[in-house]
């Protein structure tokens, strides 16, 4: 009797184990907007380089450098500081800005930071161990016109159980021979979290 009783309360512990313990993964559109922790969240991200693509693509700066010099510039992004209070990665819309950049064929987008410098490795490879038909010479990049560089920031209001949560995008691009600011962007996103 009391064998019984004790292999009956195993099988009920074991049941709730397994079933509280199962997760239920699905698969969902990519725009479709869910907010759980109502931090910076994809939907944010995507947001942002939507609107600071189209930004950028309708600035006038890409008519007036091409009419001055006769080609189309090529724009760097360089750094973008994250001052939020919260981990934010940049690296999301600033390549959405390179995408637009490129897909509407406004500017030449040449490669920065970590990427370039595995570039050039690749590049100091080739020189040993590549035949010379096929090696790649150093000195013959695109040196950038532009760079691309902003900041994240974040102000938070709360209290109790309330918050409100502002962030800014700024992004500007300055003309890298003259230090000339010639496009400013910015993307502003203001959420309410009740809880």
Known sequence: MRKGLLIAVMSVVTLIATTSCSRKVTRIDTNEQIDISGRWNDTDARLSAE????????????????????KKPAVIVG??????HEHIDAEIFTVEVEKALVKYQKAKVVQGGEMRNELRAEKADQQTNASVS??????????ADFMLQGSINSVVDALKKQKVVYYQIDLELTNIETNEKVWFGDKKIKKYVKN
């Open 79 to 84: 750094l973008i500081r994250n001052k939020s």
């Open 134 to 143: 096929t090696m790649k010479k150093f000195g013959l990049e695109t040196g």
């Open 51 to 70: 609107a600071l693509s189209a930004q950028i693509v309708m600035g006038d700066w890409i008519n007036e450098f091409m009419i001055e010099k006769g």
